[in-house]
């Protein structure tokens, strides 16, 4: 058995679609576990929808440009169909209902609620797509094997309940259909409320479904060859590893590398399941493996992180900064769920970057000045060089302004104006 991903760049329009079914049929026969993401920038519009109807404006426009979105990709894959049509016409009368209820007030919540939408109107469709085409396949719900607690935004998945229901609903499904169609980036409660687990968390449910079912391995479909040491848009001469370890991935996904969401890697890493990550433009290269293997280059590998805010925070009695600030402040921290991308102290100052929505890290600020002088930068980039070199690192730096650097052996970091 194999996990795919496809993300929503791969589902992003009836071709994309097309394409996936290129690749499944190039899998004929192997028993697959498909989990997808929302269609190109669905999770972004759907984040538009639920601003205007938390601010109580008139989302029946928003609706329709959705709904058209998805119902012109289904005509143009299966002209006059109107099954398909018909199941999107349920999910659209679903979310015009919750729409339809009052907003309660607790954003997060109602994020995971309508957000997720954008997964079950894909995967829906590529279903009854793939059925129409000759795959056959069965559709499962996310929402009811991926279990996780009640923190909406960043599930944390109850392992012991997942297991045992995706052991339960998999296998049984694939004795039927050599295909399972599932979704990526959400999951579910006990209140039977959707929860989703953080953006670009459809590698994460990847690694969930492959970890539970002692997969053979989980190959994610990208717009890129294979894992790259830097993001071509920004580095056009990025070259493509073959291969590395989970040691070495880890620290790249820890960093922010966002070929790979930081919560996936480890589950494999427990059942030494290796993770595939190749070009869905084309399948029949290798392109590369996250393994149990050697660490065969040194080659430096950069990430780059936009819209960051470097937090300086000083103890108004001019203390230093110790155990007990750093206890408060961490508490703070995770209260307000602020994530440290980078941290760094002096004796009398302790500075952080992160990328957290700027909303929340304002409101951090506001829980910390009662004891301590804050001052910070906004629309900072944070660069990440690992296995630095001196001409790597005058490549990101040349020309800009260092507020902060912190330096280790292999990894170098730097908080640029």
């Not at 697959?32 to 601010?55: C, D, H, P």
């Not at 459809?202 to 079912?213: E, H, R």
């Not at 700027?358 to 980039?381: F, H, W």
Request: net charge negative.
């Amino acid at each position: 058995m194999q996990v795919f991903k496809f993300g929503g760049a791969s589902v992003k329009d009836a071709p994309a679609i097309r394409n996936l079914l290129r690749i499944l049929q190039l899998y004929a026969g192997e028993e697959l576990v498909v989990v997808i993401s929302a269609m190109g920038k669905t999770t972004n519009f759907l984040e538009r929808v639920l601003k205007a109807y938390s601010q109580q404006e008139d989302t029946a426009d928003l609706v329709e440009e959705l709904m058209r979105y998805h119902e012109d990709i289904l005509e143009e894959l299966l002209p006059d169909d109107r099954e398909g049509k018909a199941r999107l016409a349920t999910l659209r009368a679903a979310l015009e209902r919750k729409l339809a209820e009052p907003f309660s007030g607790r954003y997060d919540y109602e994020y995971d609620q309508i957000v997720s939408f954008g997964e079950l109107m894909s995967t829906t469709l590529i279903s009854y797509y793939l059925q129409a085409s000759g795959v056959s396949n069965t559709w499962l719900c996310a929402c009811e094997l991926v279990m996780t607690d009640t923190t909406y935004r960043e599930g944390r998945v109850d392992w012991n309940l997942t297991g045992d229901r995706i052991r339960q609903a998999v296998p049984a499904a694939l004795k039927d259909h050599p295909v399972v169609i599932t979704q990526g980036f959400i999951g579910g409660t006990d209140e039977q409320t959707r929860v989703t687990l953080g953006r670009e968390g459809s590698d994460y449910t990847a690694a969930i479904f492959a970890y539970c079912l002692d997969a053979e391995r989980v190959t994610i479909w990208k717009d890129v060859p294979g894992l790259l040491n830097a993001d071509p848009k920004r580095f056009p001469d990025a070259v493509k590893i073959d291969e590395i370890p989970y040691q070495e991935a880890l620290e790249l996904s820890y960093y922010g590398a966002s070929v790979i969401h930081p919560k996936t890697l480890k589950p494999l890493q427990n059942k030494h399941i290796p993770l595939n990550v190749k070009s869905f433009f084309h399948p029949e290269e290798a392109g590369s493996m996250i393994g149990d293997c050697p660490l065969s280059t040194n080659i430096s590998s950069f990430i780059v992180k936009d819209n960051q805010t470097l937090l300086t925070i000083f103890p108004k009695d001019f203390s230093f900064v110790a155990e007990e600030n750093l206890s408060e402040i961490f508490s703070l921290f995770a209260q307000y769920r602020v994530r440290i991308n980078m941290m760094q102290n002096s004796a009398l100052s302790f500075s952080v970057c992160t990328g957290t929505e700027l909303d929340r890290v304002k409101d951090c600020v506001q829980a910390l000045m009662p004891r301590y002088k804050v001052k910070y930068n906004e629309q900072v980039t944070l660069v990440t060089i690992r296995h630095y070199t001196p001409e790597a690192i005058r490549r990101v730096t040349e020309g800009r302004t260092i507020l902060l650097r912190q330096t280790s052996r292999t990894t170098i970091q730097y908080v640029l104006l």
